[in-house]
């Protein structure tokens, strides 16, 4: 009778060892969903920048970021999720807007001065130029000399051209002041830029 019973005492004492070891091991793959859940405020932002030019993208919202992507390279960035105060300078021209980067976004930065109009829309893919607008002017100097100029408005440039060159810009789309130096003489015009939009320089009279 009393190796019954210590018989049956062992076995409880190893079905209660057993129970309490049971409970101090983590079920399979609760690691991974409490990775999940604490990723779970993150989203990806990626970035393509088609231009000749570095794109710079500041992010100020639930977590500051100040991003670099070289001409022609896409980079995919880990964000906190929310809506951001973005600043971005890209193709000569600084701007400012809110964005929302509460899902996955793919933001497109497209040859400076392309008509991106063709581009299929989505929730989750922002044109930039839709914020930025960006326009292609050619420039040409039909003066009898070098044509110095200095351009004035949403943006300000500098060009210079040599007698009989001709050179495609892209700049800041709007109202521009022009001053320009030419033929040993000094004039100042106004010059609207819009998609290929043309600027001739002669001599001023």
Not at 100 to 125: E, I, W
Request: glycine content about 4%; proline content about 4%.
């Amino acid at each position: 009778m009393n190796r019954k019973r210590s018989i049956l005492g062992i076995i409880l004492a190893s079905l209660m060892l057993f129970i309490l070891m049971s409970a101090a091991v983590p079920l399979p793959n609760s690691h991974s969903l409490a990775s999940l859940h604490e990723k779970s405020d993150l989203v990806s932002l990626e970035v393509k920048n088609d231009s000749t030019s570095y794109a710079y993208l500041w992010l100020d919202g639930p977590s500051f970021y100040y991003l670099i992507i070289k001409p022609g390279e896409t980079k995919t960035f880990t964000v906190m999720r929310g809506e951001y105060f973005e600043e971005v300078s890209y193709c000569g021209v600084r701007e400012s807007s809110i964005i929302d980067l509460s899902r996955h976004t793919k933001l497109v930065m497209p040859v400076c001065g392309a008509n991106m109009r063709s581009m299929p829309s989505s929730p989750n893919v922002i044109n930039i130029t839709n914020t930025i607008k960006i326009v292609k002017v050619t420039v040409e100097n039909e003066s009898d000399s070098q044509v110095l100029a200095i351009l004035t408005g949403p943006a300000t440039y500098v060009f210079l051209l040599n007698k009989d060159e001709s050179k495609d810009y892209t700049i800041a789309k709007g109202d521009y002041e022009v001053q320009y130096f030419a033929c040993g003489k000094y004039d100042v015009k106004e010059f609207s830029a819009y998609y290929n939009s043309l600027l001739k320089f002669k001599c001023p009279k």
